[in-house]
């Protein structure tokens, strides 16, 4: 292979131009590699604005651990009145015994007790229902439904139906329905529509 005189004056630049190179390399002293940033198309002023937005959203983590604790705390405490069982037919005799044992509490006699279906109740609970038939006097029934309410478990009145039964005794006739919560799980799922 020859060379050209024209490659051969390349060559000559070529080589001494290699030789600074490796020079000024080796006696710079830099042993850390130059590291190349990207170029962002925001300014530095909106740099710092995201940075204090970012630095106060950290500040706020610890504030809001604590109100999810102390929330959650209070969410367990109020679930403590649902009405756990296995079945939801479960759930609705523990609710017939509920209130069977509230109206003994009264001296009351309660005629029939029927047992409704379970539903749901909003997006997290179930809810069993219990309608019960008397007959007694008005005073009998304010306290059953005020110690139904005084209740730890999660119990209301649903329903109240009042027709006249004896003006000489002044009793009525009572239908009330009573209706708790109980955990999701126990009641039907709805089924959506086609």
Do not use: H
């Amino acid at each position: 292979m020859t060379l050209t005189e024209r490659d051969k004056r390349a060559l000559m630049l070529f080589v001494p131009a290699l030789a600074i190179i490796v020079i000024y390399a080796a006696t710079s002293g830099d042993s850390t590699p130059n590291v190349v940033l990207p170029v962002s198309s925001e300014s530095i002023p909106a740099a710092e604005l995201r940075l204090q937005r970012m630095r106060q959203t950290v500040a706020q983590v610890p504030g809001k651990e604590t109100v999810l604790k102390q929330v959650s705390a209070e969410l367990a405490e109020r679930e403590k009145g649902l009405i756990a069982t296995e079945t939801a037919s479960q759930a609705s005799e523990q609710l017939a015994q509920i209130v069977r044992a509230t109206a003994r509490g009264g001296q009351m006699d309660l005629r029939a007790v029927e047992i409704g279906p379970p539903k749901q109740f909003g997006d997290a609970y179930g809810e069993v229902t219990v309608s019960v038939t008397t007959e007694c006097r008005v005073d009998q029934l304010v306290n059953l439904m005020s110690d139904l309410a005084a209740r730890p478990e999660l119990v209301s009145t649903r329903d109240l139906r009042i027709t006249a039964a004896n003006p000489k005794e002044k009793t009525v006739n009572v239908r009330l329905t009573v209706a708790a919560l109980v955990p999701k799980r126990l009641a039907p799922q709805k089924r959506e529509a086609f």
